[in-house]
């Protein structure tokens, strides 16, 4: 591989596409390794976009950091990479620093499969708990210890085209979609710009499909909004709020009676319809971005609608762990750090993604805030709908999986709100009996 070229927003994109060959294979991604340098190894499940962007940023901190070798080893997503997470940390033999997905701290095994934070090192580094969106920072910890360092939020959101709702006169003076507020105006902003489709489904987001997730997102979005929990403060009893949860399974079922959505789509073609225009709006994470400007599909980007009261979106997050080990080296461990802190105060080049910064101050900078439209949605950082903490949560779970089997079909009109919501409860009530992998006695 040839020498790191200079990174800049505008460039990071531009990499080899034959990274992704090495995302698939699981194997490292080499920088270079000298003999007086000390070697940093990260595991990481970033693919497509993603992973090209963090091998560039890895590629500029080994410029600018030239005696740490950082090497890369990009995993499969989702449960195999947190298999093997588990299997090395229970070991003791684990990487120096992983990648993960916040909400699946707590099934992590906290203490025994993940490292505390060192948190006189990263202050060292410059990391400061003030610096960091506090309810991200907040769901870092687990009993007032530290476990993660976020690095940002992924937060549903409303994308949508722009030549569609401009021939439905649904854009503002400056080109920006008309912000909506509860349950009618969403409404009559999806049938104006149905009108201009020939009666077609302006909506599209993934309702459909084997081990879909995305009725819990919306879902979870919806009712968030309205102040409802899922569970106790305890964690231990269900607590959703019956008429609520109803009130947002309801719209959701009205979207697919009225045809203002298509609930035949699984993500795939939920994604595909949008970028061909054959759907106005999508409601989808903020990771499609960049493959949505690669295929010069004419859109932007804002925060999901508000239609509940408040304006909360579901969202995870991604951070870093540090996978136990025996005995970490003290060398590696403060050049691990180093790189962390690397990263984050970088992330505004991360945000090319898609994803929102976690670190506050990459939102004040102005390359940042000339990101277009990755900039216009920046404020949910402080108003996302994280999973509660418990271990059949977070992306790619049991819970994810069985909320969304028992919501698809309400989309669709073979199942009732009411019926939805007594299977969503029935899951969780196996969920909650079920064992935990990691009992706090062994944590």
Same mark, same amino acid.
């Given at each position: 591989m040839h020498g790191p070229p200079d990174i800049t927003r505008r460039h990071l994109l531009g990499g080899s596409l034959a990274l992704l060959g090495a995302a698939a294979t699981g194997c490292a991604i080499p920088v270079g390794l000298g003999s007086s340098q000390t070697r940093v190894q990260y595991w990481h499940f970033l693919g497509a976009s993603d992973g090209i962007i963090m091998n560039k940023m890895v590629q500029a901190f080994a410029k600018d950091v030239p005696g740490t070798f950082v090497e890369e080893n990009v995993l499969a997503w989702g449960e195999p990479y947190y298999t093997k997470i588990a299997m090395a940390g229970s070991g003791g033999r684990s990487p120096d620093l992983a990648t993960f997905h916040l909400a699946r701290l707590a099934g992590m095994g906290a203490g025994r499969i993940l490292d505390p934070i060192n948190t006189r090192l990263m202050e060292e580094v410059g990391l400061r708990a003030a610096d960091f969106s506090p309810p991200i920072w907040e769901r870092a910890q687990l009993d007032g210890v530290l476990y993660a360092i976020p690095f940002d939020a992924h937060p549903m959101v409303l994308y949508y085209n722009t030549d569609l709702c401009g021939k439905a006169g649904v854009l503002g003076p400056d080109g920006k979609l008309t912000p909506t507020k509860g349950v009618d105006?969403?409404?009559? $902003?999806?049938?104006?710009?149905? @009108?201009?489709?020939?009666?077609?489904? !302006?909506?599209?987001?993934?309702?459909?499909?084997?081990?879909?997730?995305?009725?819990?997102?919306?879902?979870?979005?919806?009712?968030? @909004?309205?102040?409802?929990?899922?569970?106790?403060?305890?964690?231990?009893?269900?607590?959703?709020?019956?008429?609520?949860?109803?009130?947002?399974? +309801?719209?959701?079922? +009205?979207?697919?009676?009225?045809?203002?959505?298509?609930?035949?789509?699984? %993500?795939?073609?939920?994604?595909?319809?949008?970028?061909?225009?054959?759907?106005?709006?999508?409601?989808?994470?903020?990771?499609?971005?960049?493959?949505?400007?690669? +295929?010069?599909? !004419?859109?932007?980007?804002?925060?999901?609608?508000s239609v509940f009261g408040g304006w909360s979106a579901?969202?995870?997050?991604?951070?870093?762990?540090?996978?136990? @080990?025996?005995?970490?080296?003290?060398?590696?461990?403060?050049?691990? %750090?180093?790189?962390?802190? %690397?990263?984050?105060?970088?992330?505004?080049?991360?945000?090319?993604?898609?994803?929102?910064?976690?670190?506050? !101050?990459?939102?004040?900078?102005?390359? %940042?805030?000339?990101? @277009?439209? $990755?900039?216009?949605?920046?404020?949910?950082?402080?108003?996302?709908?994280?999973?509660?903490?418990?271990?059949?949560?977070?992306?790619?779970?049991?819970?994810?999986?069985?909320?969304?089997?028992?919501?698809?079909?309400?989309?669709?009109?073979?199942?009732?709100?009411?019926?939805?919501?007594?299977?969503?409860?029935?899951?969780?009530?196996?969920?909650l009996t079920a064992p935990d992998p990691f009992p706090d006695e062994e944590r």
């Open positions: 105006e969403l409404i009559a $902003q999806l049938n104006k710009v149905k @009108q201009v489709m020939g009666g077609k489904p !302006p909506l599209a987001f993934d309702a459909l499909g084997l081990g879909t997730v995305g009725p819990w997102r919306v879902w979870w979005s919806l009712y968030s @909004q309205s102040g409802g929990s899922l569970l106790t403060p305890d964690n231990a009893k269900i607590a959703i709020d019956d008429a609520k949860a109803l009130d947002a399974l +309801r719209l959701m079922r +009205r979207l697919g009676e009225e045809g203002l959505c298509d609930w035949r789509t699984d %993500y795939g073609a939920s994604v595909a319809k949008f970028t061909n225009g054959e759907a106005a709006f999508l409601w989808n994470g903020d990771w499609e971005t960049t493959g949505l400007k690669e +295929r010069k599909t !004419p859109f932007s980007m804002t925060r999901f609608p579901q969202a995870d997050c991604h951070a870093f762990v540090l996978p136990h @080990q025996r005995d970490r080296d003290p060398e590696v461990e403060r050049a691990t %750090y180093e790189f962390i802190a %690397y990263l984050v105060k970088n992330s505004a080049d991360w945000a090319v993604a898609g994803h929102v910064p976690a670190y506050l !101050p990459a939102l004040e900078e102005p390359d %940042y805030l000339a990101l @277009q439209p $990755q900039s216009e949605y920046r404020s949910v950082i402080t108003e996302v709908a994280l999973d509660p903490q418990v271990w059949f949560a977070g992306s790619a779970s049991r819970m994810w999986i069985e909320f969304g089997e028992a919501f698809s079909p309400i989309i669709g009109g073979s199942r009732t709100p009411e019926e939805g919501l007594a299977a969503a409860k029935a899951a969780m009530n196996r969920l």
